[in-house]
């Protein structure tokens, strides 16, 4: 696995962006966040997720290794890092490696985070854009209150810790009810929830924070169970938030609302769907695979029981599971707003062996705006079709019931049949494309058919198309003696085949990047061809297993 510390900037934070930012910053708004601070907090919320006390060493140290970017520092304090992307700006400003000190517990490590701390109030106690953002700082509140047992002592007298705390709540308090909806944020009225339950002259205002938090909760969770960005580990964390905050609220003698069960009880399901035979997650929509272990674990905590379904209709992907073989794919049933739109991997699909992952899409990073999160969010990062440098566009989510259903499955004997239609390439080409896949009850054979129809001629230039399977980097790849098959061993000495009539079979570079700061080659079996005339094109492949 190889770690990159790529750095495109010159310079530290970016500075001003509208007329928001400047009013923010402007001395009358800073004191009007002036309040009063108590002398110490109510209740301390649990941190559900673990931390790992040898990353707190390495950031001791001075190494601060944040969405997949290293950097060594020293004794120089980290907040104005030179040469630094934004996104490892804003995961440092979002004190969840705090959870990290906290593992370690020794009271060098509780001083150190202290120290850090302290030299953040004296930067960054006013509003700084990027830094006071809602989500950045919600996210910044959870860490604090959920840590303040840890960093405060029992008779706290200078440090300015509450005071910061309290500046930063008032704030997102307020920035609650003026911004616009984001993706998600469920965070947001946590991080409030928190507060409230914290601060005792806050409490009054939990009935009215839980009220929200049920709105949002209903809005993010699709009746099926899929969170709206269709992102897997965006599932998991949530997962998390809510049992945290489950846990805060039974602490404080407070009711839990039943959308928040509901919620937990929805969401592990959509997790096990998700996950493969390896107990991580895949690779869809910017999600990243996690630690190992972390998705049982978080399973285990929530006690919810149900099995994983084989669709999400509203959230658009299907399950194939025979045997030990597992297949995922999104099929863009229920459509997308284009506000939830991350990568266009339309009709994509991985399909793993037990532990082992063979077909897999490129994965992404942590900045889906730079040139790389724009490259793995592409339709050629996905094991899917794909025409020339153009991405497949997902149907507009429809307000009523579609009468075009563009997924059928059906099952006899174990055996699994799927068949899709994406027009996903119908405006910019002209053409459909029909994906069928079977799954055999054995799970030892994996057959598909791509059918390309053009509807008109395609413009100029456009009429190449090619159909990629990427492949996991830990398989091992040759072709046949012939040059017309892919012979593929895993591991742990399984053997694949992967086999087509197609006339143009090659075996490209790839990469892949499962996890933040992953970049590794890997290779991807490619099948190109052309759309002559408006003639439709057949494109029948499989993948079998050998015998051993």
């Given at each position: 696995?190889?770690?990159?510390?790529?750095?495109?900037?010159?310079?530290?934070?970016?500075s001003?962006r509208?007329?928001?930012?400047?009013?923010?910053?402007?001395?009358a708004?800073?004191a009007?966040l002036?309040?009063?601070?108590?002398?110490?907090?109510?209740l301390?919320?649990?941190d559900?997720?673990?931390?790992d006390?040898?990353?707190?060493?390495?950031?001791?140290?001075g190494?601060?290794?944040?969405?997949?970017?290293?950097?060594?520092?020293g004794n120089?304090e980290?907040?104005q890092?030179?040469g630094?992307?934004?996104?490892?700006?804003?995961?440092?400003?979002?004190f969840?490696?705090?959870?990290?000190?906290?593992?370690?517990?020794?009271?060098?490590?509780?001083?150190?985070?202290?120290?850090?701390?302290?030299?953040?109030?004296?930067?960054?106690?006013?509003?700084h854009?990027?830094?006071?953002?809602?989500?950045?700082?919600a996210?910044?509140?959870?860490?604090w209150?959920?840590?303040?047992?840890?960093?405060?002592?029992?008779?706290?007298?200078?440090f300015?810790?509450?005071?910061?705390?309290?500046?930063q709540?008032?704030?997102?308090?307020?920035?609650?009810?003026?911004k616009?909806?984001t993706?998600?944020?469920?965070?947001?009225?946590?991080?409030?929830?928190?507060?409230?339950?914290?601060?005792?002259?806050?409490?009054?205002?939990?009935?009215?924070l839980?009220?929200?938090?049920?709105?949002?909760?209903n809005?993010?969770v699709?009746?099926d169970?899929?969170?709206?960005?269709r992102?897997?580990?965006?599932h998991?964390?949530?997962?998390g938030?809510?049992?945290?905050?489950?846990?805060?609220l039974?602490?404080?003698?407070?009711?839990?609302?039943?959308a928040?069960?509901?919620?937990?009880?929805?969401?592990?399901p959509?997790?096990?769907?998700?996950?493969?035979?390896?107990?991580c997650?895949?690779?869809?929509?910017?999600?990243m695979?996690?630690?190992?272990?972390?998705?049982?674990?978080?399973l285990?905590l929530?006690?919810?029981?149900?099995?994983p379904?084989?669709?999400?209709?509203q959230g658009g992907?299907?399950?194939?599971?025979?045997?030990?073989?597992l297949?995922?794919?999104?099929s863009?049933e229920g459509?997308?707003?284009?506000?939830?739109?991350r990568?266009?991997?339309l009709?994509?699909?991985?399909f793993?062996y037990?532990?082992?992952?063979?077909?897999?899409?490129?994965?992404?990073?942590?900045?889906?705006?730079?040139?790389?999160?724009?490259?793995?969010?592409?339709t050629a990062?996905?094991?899917?079709?794909?025409?020339?440098?153009?991405?497949?566009?997902?149907?507009?989510?429809?307000?009523?019931?579609?009468?075009?259903?563009?997924?059928?499955?059906n099952?006899?004997?174990g055996?699994?049949?799927?068949?899709?239609e994406?027009?996903?390439?119908?405006?910019?080409?002209g053409?459909?494309?029909r994906?069928?896949?079977?799954l055999d009850?054995?799970?030892?054979?994996?057959r598909?058919?791509?059918?390309?129809?053009p509807?008109?001629m395609?413009?100029?230039?456009r009429s190449?198309?090619?159909?990629?399977?990427?492949l996991?980097?830990?398989l091992?790849?040759?072709?046949?003696?012939?040059?017309?098959?892919?012979l593929?061993?895993?591991p742990?000495?399984?053997?694949?085949?992967?086999?087509?009539?197609a006339?143009?079979?090659?075996?490209?570079?790839?990469v892949?990047?499962?996890?933040?700061g992953?970049?590794?080659?890997?290779?991807?079996?490619?099948?190109?061809?052309?759309?002559?005339?408006?003639?439709?094109?057949?494109?029948?492949?499989?993948?079998?297993?050998?015998?051993d």
């Open positions: 696995m190889s770690k990159t510390a790529i750095m495109p900037a010159k310079e530290g934070l970016p001003r509208s007329v928001s930012d400047v009013i923010f910053s402007s001395g708004y800073q009007s002036k309040c009063r601070v108590p002398k110490r907090l109510a301390a919320p649990a559900i997720f673990p931390g006390g040898e990353r707190a060493d390495n950031i001791f140290q190494q601060f290794d944040f969405a997949g970017f290293s950097i060594e520092l120089q980290p907040w890092a030179l630094m992307p934004l996104a490892w700006h804003k995961e440092l400003h979002e969840g490696w705090l959870r990290d000190f906290a593992a370690n517990g020794s009271e060098a490590a509780r001083r150190h985070a202290r120290a850090l701390i302290q030299s953040w109030i004296a930067g960054f106690d006013i509003y854009p990027y830094i006071w953002d809602e989500e950045v700082l996210r910044r509140l959870i860490a209150f959920c840590h303040s047992d840890f960093l405060l002592e029992k008779e706290e007298s200078d300015s810790f509450l005071r910061s705390l309290r500046r709540y008032v704030h997102l308090s307020r920035i609650s009810k003026t616009p909806r993706e998600d944020k469920v965070q947001t009225w946590q991080a409030l929830l928190y507060g409230a339950l914290g601060f005792a002259d806050m409490r009054k205002n939990c009935d009215r839980l009220t929200s938090l049920e709105a949002e909760l809005r993010v699709l009746a169970g899929c969170h709206i960005s992102n897997p580990e965006r998991l964390t949530l997962l938030d809510l049992l945290g905050l489950r846990n805060t039974m602490a404080a003698s407070e009711m839990v609302p039943v928040i069960n509901n919620a937990i009880d929805r969401l592990a959509a997790i096990r769907f998700f996950q493969h035979g390896d107990g997650l895949a690779l869809f929509n910017g999600g695979r996690l630690k190992e272990g972390q998705c049982d674990n978080l285990s929530s006690d919810a029981t149900g099995r379904p084989h669709r999400f209709p992907f299907e399950r194939l599971k025979a045997g030990r073989a297949l995922i794919l999104e863009g459509g997308r707003d284009k506000q939830d739109l990568h266009s991997g009709l994509s699909f991985e793993s037990g532990r082992e992952r063979l077909i897999v899409n490129c994965g992404a990073v942590r900045d889906l705006t730079s040139s790389w999160g724009k490259a793995l969010a592409a990062a996905h094991s899917t079709l794909s025409f020339n440098n153009l991405n497949a566009v997902f149907p507009e989510r429809s307000s009523g019931d579609s009468q075009h259903n563009p997924v059928v499955r099952e006899e004997d055996n699994i049949w799927l068949d899709l994406s027009e996903g390439y119908l405006m910019s080409i053409a459909l494309h994906r069928r896949l079977y009850a054995s799970g030892l054979a994996l598909g058919e791509d059918q390309i129809i509807e008109r395609p413009p100029s230039g190449h198309f090619t159909i990629r399977f990427h996991h980097p830990d091992s790849i040759s072709r046949s003696a012939g040059g017309k098959n892919i593929i061993r895993t742990s000495g399984t053997g694949w085949k992967f086999l087509t009539g006339p143009t079979l090659s075996l490209e570079e790839s892949y990047c499962s996890e933040p992953e970049r590794r080659r890997n290779q991807q079996i490619v099948i190109n061809g052309q759309l002559i005339d408006q003639e439709p094109i057949l494109i029948k492949w499989a993948l079998t297993r050998l015998s």
